[in-house]
């Protein structure tokens, strides 16, 4: 196991109330990895991104995905956080009633039990929250309110990134955390993400838009198109992308499936 | 338990023939002679009305066989004061609220208050008089306990509350009891001139128990009147309250929720009176639904013709927690005023699936994360109560009766972690 490659995505179709969004992703993550995932509205990057956090309604149809060697496909939503999967939404969900800090000490406390540590007190959680809260330069005030009512677009995705730095995931998926950012907001966040990376964190950026990976630099970049990955490479190819736009690459054929997508 | 003894009855039911509960008129001594004639009247109404049946619009959703075809007999029990009255408020007798008793509630179409009328003991009666200007420094709390009677058993508790002029107070009712019984309560309100109350219902008896009450508020210019009316047990349970806005600058505010489960039923209505100009209301009625229970919400607000500046806002959300578990939500607006605000919504559904997501996306369980949304949900009726004694108490009852809540009932204040 140890020689497996951390996560192993392989002719991955998942559909979406009937619809068939993707079509036979290919893609390797090897521990410490950053890889981007870019491509038009509608070819399936979200879609990529909720199937592996296990989000219910996306139905995988065909394909496996192995994480750490294990069938990540079979596990609960749940599960696959407490086993280190974390996802950044695009649209953090909003949750009257239910104060941020309350949410996120059980959250960190279900993960420290799964994984056999101490679940943390008050006052432990709140120096761990003090220390997090500069990373991405959220107000603690933010912490106690409800989760996510009434924060503006910027304060919702750093508050995601604010939760990751606490949930400390080996896998972390980012699912457009760039939209909706002005530039200095955009600054906050990506630089949290950066004082995220580390050998043993491993993060999947999904975006649109190059902007996000001029702050963000990824090892890997890959281009997915309808639901397939057609191109993969380093970062100098979100710089063509950039130059050249996606329909350069909507009009070449899929490669052949069977050929990891990923580097190693 | 509770089920077996429905099923009982229904067996009786097929047996029998027609209605067996017949309340007989009774005579109180040495009662001043002014309730003796209301009583006469009270109980010819209730026998011109009869008890209402589905043909009655105010009794579409709530069937009353499980009341009406069972011989209670008459219980004793009554409301009583759980502590010494704090200072600024005392007990008058029927003979001294000559004028008052029974002077707010109307039971010309209502046969549950007219046989309440009839029929409550009138030394058990509880009359509370918050002397005018008095800010009284604690809740005062009535229980009305029905107790574990060893037979089906019928009450009529009657509580009349004057909060006199420019008074501050905060009334609890609390009803209790363990055993198959009948109450059939009604509470008087009368707030004078800049009157402030806080009335709080919590209403927990058997899941055996039949609850039927009437509430009946009468406000004065510049009172303001907030109601928490919490729902809890009994096999049915029937909360009718209505409040009459009957002065320049009055205001209310409704506050409810009402939590069932397995086969229970509980419906609650309300109607608030716009019946002079600049008056303002709020109301915001929650339900939680789980197992094959029932929830009913019917709120009417009424704005007179010369009511003008009326600001009503009429809320009913409920949360279904099976598949067998159902609401009837029904608001009314009459609107006989043409420079009014008046608002209202209501929705019924399951848990945000978005938000439960989210919270197992983050390694939180499904059952503490639906029990954290239900929870949620609930809370935010009963952080409006301003009592923290009372509200940590609805809170801790709330936890007891919500799916896996006790693990979340410290989920809503920010200084949880």
């Known amino acids: 196991m140890a020689n497996s490659p951390f996560l192993e995505i392989h002719n991955l179709h998942a559909s979406v109330a009937g619809n068939e969004i993707l079509r036979g992703v290919e893609l390797t993550v090897n521990r410490g990895e950053v890889h981007a995932v870019m491509g038009p509205n509608g070819s399936g990057k979200s879609t990529l991104a909720h199937v592996l956090a296990g989000r219910p309604g996306y139905t995988v149809t065909e394909g496996k995905v192995l994480y750490k060697g294990q069938d990540l496909l079979a596990m609960a939503p749940e599960l696959r956080a407490r086993e280190g999967v974390f996802l950044a939404f695009q649209y953090p969900v909003e949750i009257p009633g239910v104060s941020n800090v309350y949410f996120l000490k059980a959250a960190v406390n279900a993960i420290r039990k799964h994984r056999g540590l101490p679940e943390y007190d008050a006052m432990e959680f709140l120096a761990l929250v003090r220390q997090k809260a500069k990373l991405v330069e959220i107000d603690e005030d933010l912490v106690k309110r409800p989760v996510n009512e009434g924060f503006s677009g910027g304060e919702k995705k750093r508050n995601e990134i604010f939760q990751m730095a606490l949930l400390d995931p080996a896998l972390a998926i980012l699912d457009e955390t760039d939209s909706g950012l002005d530039i200095d907001a955009l600054r906050i966040v990506a630089g949290g993400v950066n004082q995220l990376r580390s050998p043993e964190r491993s993060m999947i950026v999904v975006t649109h838009y190059q902007r996000l990976l001029n702050y963000i630099v990824p090892d890997f970049l890959h281009v997915l198109v309808e639901g397939r990955i057609v191109r993969s490479g380093g970062k100098e190819l979100a710089l063509e992308l950039e130059e050249k736009g996606y329909a350069w690459l909507e009009k070449e054929p899929p490669p052949s499936v069977g050929v990891p997508a990923g580097a190693h | ?417």
């Open chain 2, 1 to 417: 338990m509770p089920m077996e003894a429905i099923a009982a009855e229904k067996v009786e039911k097929s047996a029998g023939s027609g209605p067996r509960f017949v309340p007989e008129r009774a005579e109180f001594p040495g009662e001043p002679g002014w309730l003796g004639a209301l009583r006469r009247e009270a109980f010819g109404r209730f026998e011109s009305l009869g008890f209402p049946t589905p043909k009655d619009e105010a009794w579409r959703y709530t069937g009353l066989q499980t009341v009406t075809e069972i011989p209670w007999t008459r219980g004793a029990w009554a409301p009583r004061l759980a502590k010494p009255l704090p200072s600024g408020a005392r007990l008058l007798t029927p003979a001294g609220a000559e004028g008052r008793l029974g002077r707010i509630v109307p039971f010309e179409k209502n046969a549950f208050a007219a046989l309440n009328t009839a029929l409550f003991e009138g030394a058990g009666a509880l009359i509370l008089e918050i002397a005018p200007g008095a800010v009284l420094a604690e809740p005062i709390e009535i229980v009305i306990d029905a107790g574990a009677p060893d037979s089906a058993e019928a009450a009529y508790p009657r509580v009349l509350i004057l909060a006199g002029e420019r008074s501050e107070s905060s009334v609890v009712e609390s009803y209790v009891g363990s055993g198959r019984t009948f109450t059939n309560a009604v509470t008087e309100i009368a707030l004078a001139p800049g009157a402030i109350l806080e009335h709080t219902k919590l209403q927990e008896e058997s899941l055996e128990a039949r609850h039927v009450h009437t509430v009946a508020v009468q406000q004065a210019r510049g009172s303001r009147f907030t109601s928490h009316n919490v729902a809890l047990g009994s096999a049915l349970a029937r909360t009718d309250l209505s409040a009459i806005l009957g002065g320049e600058g009055a205001e209310c505010a409704l506050y409810g929720l009402f939590v069932g489960r397995g086969r229970q039923h509980l419906d609650n209505r309300t109607v608030i009176d716009h019946a002079t100009p600049h008056t303002t209301s709020r109301e915001l009625y929650k339900g939680v639904m789980d197992g094959a229970s029932r929830g009913v919400f019917h709120g009417t607000i009424v704005v007179r013709p010369d009511a003008q500046k009326t600001d009503a806002v009429q809320t009913n959300k409920n949360l279904l927690l099976s598949r067998e578990a159902l609401v009837n939500s029904t608001p009314a607006l009459e609107i006989f005023a043409d420079d009014v605000k008046c608002k209202h919504g209501s929705t019924t559904g399951q848990l945000d699936a978005a938000a439960l997501f989210y919270l197992r996306s983050r390694g939180i369980g499904e059952p503490e994360a639906r029990a954290l949304l239900t929870w949620a949900f609930a809370a935010d009726v009963a952080e409006k109560i301003r009592v923290p004694s009372i509200r940590r108490r609805v809170e801790r009852e709330l936890g007891q009766r919500l799916p896996g809540a006790e693990s979340a009932a410290t989920a809503t204040s920010g200084g949880a972690a």
